[in-house]
């Protein structure tokens, strides 16, 4: 195996521990407990500066609203790690373009068979356009 191959190989990348509750995670959202949508969650092997030698997770996060529209894919990676601490300490802020403002909801993770049904249903990934 060259250094290019070795380059891509994932098998020795680091993993964070803080981030396996958002490894294909799903977490409710909702305001005065009424569910307004989920947040999808995945976890990628990212490379990073200086050079883009140091071996990083990025933590990608998908709001799927309850009356059926998708925002787009956003990252969050450390150190700062802004949406995971928001999501671990129970709250989620995220643009919601449906009303062209920012929206503060409550957020729980899902775990179970409801997670993997939604997690399925949800299409964590997938472009808004790319729907069926």
Do not use: I
Request: glycine share 6%.
């Amino acid at each position: 195996m060259g250094w290019f191959d070795t380059w891509f190989d994932e098998a020795d990348w680091p993993k964070d521990p803080r981030l396996d509750p958002f490894r294909d995670g799903v977490w409710r959202l909702s305001l005065n407990g009424e569910t307004k949508g989920w947040v999808t969650t995945s976890v990628t092997p990212m490379r990073s500066f200086p050079f883009f030698w140091v071996k990083l997770e990025c933590m990608w996060n998908q709001v799927h609203w309850a009356d059926g529209k998708h925002e787009d894919v956003d990252e969050d990676y450390g150190p700062e790690w802004f949406a995971v601490e928001e999501l671990l300490a129970g709250h989620f802020t995220t643009f919601d373009s449906r009303f062209d403002r920012d929206a503060t909801l409550d957020a729980t993770v899902v775990t179970g068979p409801e997670r993997d049904r939604l997690w399925a249903q949800l299409k964590h990934g997938s472009e808004p356009t790319a729907r069926t």
